[in-house]
């Protein structure tokens, strides 16, 4: 064991604490509204922080720092469309999910296209976020193995069962208001690491900024060239943030449920507008902090070179940080890991029972607590899917996780917009446009250069073109058409 007793205390305690926390939170449970919106009575700063810890994922925390660690600040770039797609979903998306009683974001489609469209879209939804929450799993996995010098397994098992057993239990109402509580933790634990740096490093900020810029501008932000292969572009970061953050915060349902999760649809507004502000500054301060660990290894570790980048930030956790502080970044991380996956666990639940499920809307009490019991039971089953997926190696974790989510998310995007925006698209057209942009999709992913950061927008674009045309093709004979989803 790499670390201490007293880190290993804090740990535990973390551990033990914010599981028995979202047990807590079974109480009162009558009801799915209950357990997969907790009974819409979050407040908007409460939902506003559960986003940010939703979006965060240890993927973030360590993969961040390892990026600025082997190039500079561009990834906040990507951050500016992250904003400006918040402030569209208010306008485009959030309005229309507050005009029926929805469950899932997938609901909306079935109102607009039908049972088959909203079928589709859920089980993109199920295979995209089970895969990605299987990523973010795995990078436990690397944490863990540096604290403790022991394989990655155990550790996998760990955090996935005391996340499961949770979730299990407490609903989305436990989900929220520990991703409130890891928040905080992560928070504090990175700002921590931050000024540790800073006092570790000679001359302290100066020292930093005269070695970031000796080493070639390491702390540059924008970079306006257009490329359409290059991953941080300000065109890139703006356009496709913007795409990429409208389909995560908008179609996918681990990010939908939040929102519909809310008092109302102002509440709903309020906390995903606020969410960009604390996202922002969080991701300001992983990468700067990536370019602090650059730095200090370089008077350090003259020329070290990193051969996993996602390992820089944990290794300088376990080897150089106080007894104490250690405890507390590493349950940081752990705490993220456990938000990503109790959201996961709960979205991935609710979309298999409210989008598959029959008679899912019930009325008496008899047939809720039915319900209930089977909900409990399909957050389990995804349980052991995450778990095994989390055994997987993906490489590097940060991009993995991305591209997997940027693979299909246009797809979905691109059917939610041709429903919004052509009144005349059909089921028909619908269905056609979505394979035909996840098809595209896997073919720009395998044969083309294209940047991650531009797969959204592409997979949009295609999906949408295909959909009209499909439409126009299938004419009146294509299905459902219902112009309410579209004014």
Known sequence: MRISQIDLGILLLYLAGVTLLGVWFRRGQKDVRDYFLGGRSAPAWALACSIVATETSTLTIIGTPGIAFGGNLGFLQLVLGYLV??????????PRYFQGQFY?????LEKRFGPRVKSAAAVVFLVTR??????????????????????????????????????????????????????????????????????????????????????GGKLRVLDFTFSLTRSYTFWSGLIGGTFLTMASHGTDQTMVQRLLAARSERDAKTALLGSGVIVFFQFALFLIIGVMLF??????????????PDRIFPEFIVSQMPVGLTGLVLAAILAVAMSNASGSLNSLASSTIMDFGKNA??????SQSALLKKSRRMTLAWGVVLGALGLVHWGPVLVAGLTIASLTYGA??????????????????????????????????????????????????????????????????????????SE
């Open 130 to 215: 089970a895969l990605a929450e299987g990523v973010r799993i795995a990078a436990v996995g690397k944490v863990v193995s540096i604290a403790f010098g022991t394989g990655d397994r155990a550790a996998i098992a760990i955090v996935t069962v005391l996340t499961l057993f949770y979730t299990f239990e407490g609903g989305l109402k436990a989900v929220i208001w520990t991703d409130v509580l890891q928040l905080f933790i992560y928070i504090t634990g990175s700002i921590a690491a931050f000024f540790l740096l800073l006092h570790r490093i000679p001359d302290g900020w100066v020292g930093v900024t005269q070695a970031a810029a000796a080493a």
């Open 295 to 308: 730095v200090f290894y370089q008077h350090t570790a003259p020329g070290m070179v990193a051969a996993d």
């Open 361 to 366: 809307n019930y009325d008496d009490v008899a």
């Open 412 to 485: 979905t995007l691109g059917l939610f917009l041709l429903g919004i925006w052509n009144r005349r698209a059909n089921a028909t057209g619908a269905l056609v446009g979505m394979f035909v942009g996840l098809a595209a999709m896997l073919a720009v992913k395998l044969f083309t250069p294209l940047a991650w950061t531009w797969y959204v927008l592409a997979g949009t674009l295609i999906t949408f073109a295909a959909g009209s045309i499909a439409s126009a093709i299938a004419g009146t004979n294509g299905g459902r058409v219902s112009e309410r989803f």
């Open 85 to 94: 797609a918040r402030v569209i979903l208010c306008v485009v998306l959030i």
């Open 104 to 108: 899932t974001a997938y609901q909306l």
